[in-house]
């Protein structure tokens, strides 16, 4: 048995090698394959028993094939943001179960990949370079997260950007920071508001309320008894003459003149007032006040409704802030609210004072405005919303905005402001809009001290329409949609599957894998959680081929195969001496 025991023992020597020489050129040919893993050739002695301790019989060797899964490719850089790197264990799920539509089939054929070579095909779907389509889980919009916290493999979905063309999205928040001055200033604006009575001649006095202005060195004086006297100028317009009586506050130098004084003189329609300013004030120190009037709050009542009008008003340092914010169709729009200091000097009225879009200047609303933040829209040409008290910012004595100032606009009305564009309703219990003027106690937003009036920032998470211009991964796991305004959207969540014994999963063709029994059952979890790996966006994960390792282990086959021939013609001549013995 010895010569053909050496025979025999050959022969499995160069089916081994043979086997080994296979693995080689595979994994050569695949040094450049994205994720794949390496193969190595292992050898297994064949020992078979002697008959007695002085014999010895050849067994031979067996080869077995061992697929170094979990091994780690190096990560490099990719130009595609589409592409992904998996650091650490996991697969990413992907199957080949899409019908022609595009659509994920029933029955799915869960397979896995380190191959995150991806694409976006023409029905939306990423794809990698072997095919195979990518599974996740879809976010939900609302919240933002996941719809399903710890998916199954089974459970997941076909991931689909192609419905997602482009997106527009109305304001819901609006944020402001802004300085109100602690002290009006010496020119103090005032602003007009109130409905003047339809009848040819009317005086209408504000005996209620008395106002604090400035003089132009700053000395206070108080405004009272605001009189309005109208005239018929034409159908449907009237003058009017704007007095008040004007007097010091404590040792501030008296008025020079006689009282009252003549704050202006207004055209006045159903639609709002033009003033012209009159003369104001002059003072016996020399010093004056000579406000500037905003009358276009100012109306007059329809004749037939004279009987009825509200109250004038007079807010004092009135200041504008205008916001570019979007509705629902993502049209945009210039929003100006108005802060007005009422007679408490540390508090100030809020309201919507005008809402126009953007680049025409007309008026995007089909409500008539003004309209008090929080309150009541002021649709009519007879009366006028009131100043309530959740419509006023008041301000701490370290200048910082206090608790309770209004929180959204239109807070109160059902539809909110009807736009005449035809997109839903601007704020409202429908569709609030939160507005945020701060924290209170700090000065995070508006602010009230001894400076002038100044806009420090404004924001806002409307969007105005615009194109998905690509998709891409981010750290997490998330599919992103990119759109052309740097808006960026989650889609959905890939999770990464891992294995028990990732080694004895199953490889198939397009470098993916199956589970098998020996490799336990697939357990999925989101990037970093459950002993997963970490995603690594527009990257790839390299062949783990080592070509110097390769060749060698080439040039070591092809001297073992060499050798193990030459046993097998060795033993081929002693036995052919054992032939010739019988000559």
């Given amino acids: 048995m010895g010569v053909y025991g050496a025979l025999f023992s050959a022969v499995s020597g160069l089916k081994a090698q043979a086997q080994n020489m296979g693995i080689i ?93 991806f694409t976006v095909d023409k029905n939306g779907n990423l794809v990698n370079s072997a095919g195979f389509f990518l599974l996740g889980v879809p976010i939900n919009q609302t919240t933002g997260k996941p719809t399903i916290s710890n998916p199954a ?44 009575k339809g009848a040819a001649v009317t005086t209408t006095t504000d005996t209620l309320n008395t106002y604090t202005v400035y003089s132009s060195t700053g000395n206070a004086y108080t405004l009272s008894n605001v009189k309005y006297a109208a005239a018929v100028l034409a159908a449907g317009t009237r003058s009017v003459t704007v007095t008040a009586n004007i007097a ?28 012209t300013t009159g003369a104001g004030a002059t003072f016996t120190d020399g010093s004056t006040w000579a406000p500037t009037i905003d009358a276009s709050a100012l109306r007059i009542a329809s004749t037939a409704a004279a009987a009825s009008y509200a109250a004038s008003t007079v807010s004092v340092d009135p200041q504008d802030v205008t916001a570019v914010v979007y509705d629902s169709l993502g049209v945009a729009n210039n929003l100006t609210l108005e802060f007005t200091r009422t007679a408490a000097l540390n508090v100030w009225a ?5 809402m126009t879009v953007v680049g025409t200047s007309g008026s995007s609303t089909t409500t008539t405005l003004p309209a008090w933040i929080n309150g009541t829209a002021d649709t009519s040409t007879v009366t006028l919303a009131v100043q309530q008290a959740n419509a006023k910012v008041t301000f701490n004595t370290n200048g910082t905005v206090a608790a309770g100032y209004p929180a959204t606009i239109f807070g109160s009305v059902a539809a909110g402001l009807t736009l005449s564009d035809g997109a ?20 995070s937003g508006l ?55 990732v080694d004895a999963l199953q490889a198939e063709t397009g470098n993916v894998y199956t589970e098998t029994v020996e490799s336990g059952s697939a357990v ?60």
């Fill in 248 to 275: 010091p506050v404590g040792a501030s130098p008296a008025l020079s003149g006689a009282n009252p004084i003549t704050l202006g003189t207004i055209s006045v329609s159903a639609s709002g007032g033009t003033a």
């Fill in 350 to 354: 809020l309201k919507l004072k005008s």
């Fill in 424 to 443: 839903n309703g601007f704020g409202g219990t429908t569709n609030p809009v939160n507005l945020s003027l701060g924290t209170a106690g700090t000065p």
């Fill in 153 to 196: 493999v089974q459970s997941l979905s076909l991931v689909n950007v192609g419905t997602l063309t482009g997106i527009a999205k109305g304001t819901t928040s609006l944020s402001i920071g802004a300085n109100l001055p602690a002290v009006p200033t010496a020119s103090t604006p005032l602003g007009l508001a109130g409905i003047i």
């Fill in 447 to 501: 602010t009230q001290y001894s400076n002038k009036f100044a806009v420090s920032f404004i924001n806002q998470n409307g969007l105005a329409f615009s194109f998905r211009t690509g998709v891409a991964f981010d750290v997490t796991g998330q599919v992103n949609a990119v759109f052309d305004n740097g808006t960026v959207i989650p889609l959905y969540k890939i999770p990464l599957v891992n294995f028990s014994n």
């Fill in 524 to 583: 999925s979890n989101f990037a970093g959680l459950g002993g997963t790996g970490t995603i690594t966006p527009a990257s790839l994960e390299q062949s783990t081929v080592d070509l110097s390792n390769e060749f060698t282990n080439m040039i070591i086959t092809q001297r073992s195969f060499s050798a193990n021939a030459r046993t097998i013609t060795t033993a081929d001549n002693e036995l052919q001496e054992v032939v010739n013995l019988v000559r």
């Fill in 25 to 117: 050129a595979d994994n050569i040919s695949n040094a450049n394959t994205v994720g794949y893993k390496a193969s190595v050739n292992k050898f297994e002695t064949l020992v078979t028993t002697p008959a007695t301790p002085t014999t010895y019989t050849p067994g031979g060797v067996l080869s077995r094939p061992f697929a170094n899964v979990d091994a780690q490719g190096l990560l490099a850089a990719s130009a595609s943001r589409t592409d992904v790197g998996i650091t650490g264990r996991g697969f990413l799920p992907v199957t080949n179960s899409v019908g022609t539509s595009g659509t994920l089939n029933t029955t799915v054929n869960n397979t896995f990949t380190r191959a995150g070579s």
